[in-house]
Nanobody
Framework: QVQLVESGGGFVQAGGSLRLSCVASRSIGTFRAMGWYRQGPGKQRELVATVGAGADTNYADSVKGRFTISRDIAKNTVYLQMNGLKPEDTAVYFC??????????WGQGTQVTVSS
C-alpha cells in the first residue's frame, strides 16, 4: 500500500503564491507518473499537472505559466509551486501516483482557498 501525504494548502489572496508538497511512502522513482489534481466546489476532479518517470511534465491549460510541478526523488516528494493564484484556483488539491500496473494512488487532499 502506498501512502501519499499532502501539505502546504491554505488561504491566500488573489495574485499570491503557495507551494504544495506530497510525500510518498516509497520511492517516487518507482512510479510511472506523479501529479496533482484538484476538485473545486460542485466540480469534477481535474488534472492540474503531472511529471512522468522521465521528468516530462504536463499542465492543464488553465495553469500553464503560473504553476510548476517538480520532484525530489531523494526526498520522495513532489511539489506544486503555484504563483499568480486566482479565485478559480480554489479547490481541494490531491496528489496522485500512477504505478506501472496502472494503479492509481491518492492522497487525502489539501484545501487551497484564493480570495478576490
Amino acid at each position: 500500500q502506498v501512502q501519499l501525504v499532502e501539505s502546504g494548502g491554505g488561504f491566500v489572496q488573489a495574485g499570491g503564491s503557495l507551494r504544495l508538497s506530497c510525500v510518498a511512502s516509497r520511492s517516487i522513482g518507482t512510479f510511472r507518473a506523479m501529479g496533482w489534481y484538484r476538485q473545486g466546489p460542485g466540480k469534477q476532479r481535474e488534472l492540474v499537472a503531472t511529471v512522468g518517470a522521465g521528468a516530462d511534465t504536463n499542465y492543464a491549460d488553465s495553469v500553464k505559466g503560473r504553476f510548476t510541478i517538480s520532484r525530489d526523488i531523494a526526498k520522495n516528494t513532489v511539489y506544486l509551486q503555484m504563483n499568480g493564484l486566482k479565485p478559480e484556483d480554489t479547490a481541494v488539491y490531491f496528489c496522485n501516483a500512477k504505478s506501472w500496473a496502472y494503479i492509481d494512488y491518492w492522497g487525502q487532499g489539501t484545501q487551497v482557498t484564493v480570495s478576490s
